[in-house]
């Protein structure tokens, strides 16, 4: 998987750090995932063609983390695309996009296709043969869900000596590729984690955008390869964190850690920090692996 | 006046120039002309404060004239603002706003007031002691409209050694100031004009947003010091303009020239066009005082 980030301060736009917005590869598929004012700017900046963009993922309807989503879909309309567009995201999100196209008397000039997310209940919101993606409810001012987007194992590879050695039928290799043991014609039981290996190891990323700390979320996400979490403040503002339904770094790191997760990314910065180097200190104790986001940030996993 | 141009290009942003919008100072009021995608964030980097605007003027519904809007009326709330807003344009906009307003649960710190502009009919939508705005009533796919600000004239002031010599009342002065010619003692006539002289030359600048050829508009902005009109195409493509009722840079010119401009501004270039230099090469023969406007072009007059 190769994430961008494409926005990461809270709120408000600074010139350095816009608002929320990621891009993702994954599973053969373009992701987009939340689309802060002027995404489509920075998409251009951070040289990633619009029209690699196959899905919306949009967590909730703060204007920070979907103000840019009509433009998108203006713009792709006037390059002309042809293959549909799929977005995810809260009721009434299909409702603000299409007043707007209808007003400006704009007929698209491909599909566009709304999946309405539960900000109830965690469901698998999306699949194919090498991906799955689920929507898991926050705990926000607003309905908000998280994503968590996994690459499907495939099937194992079996040890070429062995397939000419035993001169395996494809039948034989089907078994085996699906779990089988081989036993030979003498009786002999080969296991099946000793003829077979994995070559790709299925990653994993969780999207948790604005949310209160909810250690529940560990469970859904866990093992996950690459966690963001937003900490849109420190613990020194404990107290507005929790006014605002937001999280602090320290309580970010504690669900890394909990969901036993490969790599913390943080974002979602509110502007009253100046950067984000006390963000990683108060979250490193906790989970030694984290990494502050910004804008144009890459990472490959 | 000052104006500041915030974004030149039409349809879609590019890196370097972003989507309509302009920022006046004008009878001490700070007006934004138009509202793209991103403009919060291209007002910062052209270090205008956000506060300083007390007015929002659109020119129509098609997005690259507005979509940054809802971010801005959102920062402003989301920065504590108090001071009121007033936003002029077409009908269905307060709607458009309101809507996303209410489902991302905000409820404003400062009043939001919606002047509805009418399409058909040119007429005054405001007016102080210092400025006067109107709409112009343009020809394009969908309602739109330009605005032409004009600074108030001021009264003019009377020779400081005449108003000593003649030792002048009060009413003397009121009088002179509007219009009026001086009579001393003795029966004779001191002509308004040979009395008075006016420092402030008051100015004036017309927004010609997305519009086909439009002659009769020359008269509505006749004299005007700073004329804006767009100029999407170059003749070598009139019949593309007309199809997509927009204008040439050979129009533009004409109708700079039939208004009797002092200088004419043209933008909304579209991006089949890598430079502007050849819409001034165009323009410029018929109306010598052209500038082709870029993100950021600061024009004082």
């Not at 995404?39 to 963009?53: V, W």
């Not at 604005?210 to 469970?219: G, L, R, V």
């Amino acid at each position: 998987m190769k994430l961008t980030v494409i926005g990461s301060n809270s709120a408000v736009p600074s010139t350095t750090r816009w608002t929320s917005s990621q891009f993702l590869l994954a599973g053969g598929k373009g992701i987009l995932i939340d689309c802060g004012e002027g995404t489509q700017i920075r998409l251009q900046m951070f040289e990633i063609k619009l029209n690699a963009i196959d899905h919306v993922y949009i967590s909730h309807l703060h204007g920070d983390h979907y103000f840019g989503l009509v433009g998108l879909i203006s713009t792709f309309h006037l390059m002309g695309r042809t293959k549909p567009l799929t977005v995810f995201g809260p009721e009434h999100l299909d409702e603000i996009i299409n007043m707007q196209l209808e007003l400006s008397m704009t007929k698209l000039s491909y599909q566009l296709v709304f999946i309405v997310t539960d900000p109830n209940t965690p469901q698998v919101i999306y699949k194919d043969k090498k991906m799955e993606v689920s929507s898991i409810p926050l705990d926000h001012r607003i309905d908000t869900t998280g994503f968590l987007f996994k690459e499907m194992a495939h099937l194992p590879n079996i040890n070429k000596q062995f397939i000419i050695d035993h001169d395996l039928s494809l039948e034989d290799i089907n078994n085996i590729k699906n779990g089988g043991d081989y036993i030979n014609v003498h009786g002999t039981v080969f296991k099946n984690k000793d003829i077979t290996y994995n070559k790709f190891k299925p990653c994993s990323y969780a999207y948790i955008s604005d949310t209160m700390y909810k250690p529940d979320i560990a469970e859904l996400v866990s093992n996950v390869t690459l966690l963001y979490h937003e900490t849109t403040f420190l613990s020194d503002r404990q107290d507005q964190a929790i006014d605002k339904f937001h999280s602090t770094a320290r309580e970010a790191a504690m669900l890394a850690k909990s969901a036993n997760a490969e790599q913390l990314l943080i974002g979602h910065f509110s502007k009253r920090y100046s950067d984000s180097d006390a963000f990683v200190e108060e979250a490193a104790p906790i989970f030694p692996n984290t990494t502050p986001a910004y804008d144009g940030l890459v990472i490959y996993f």
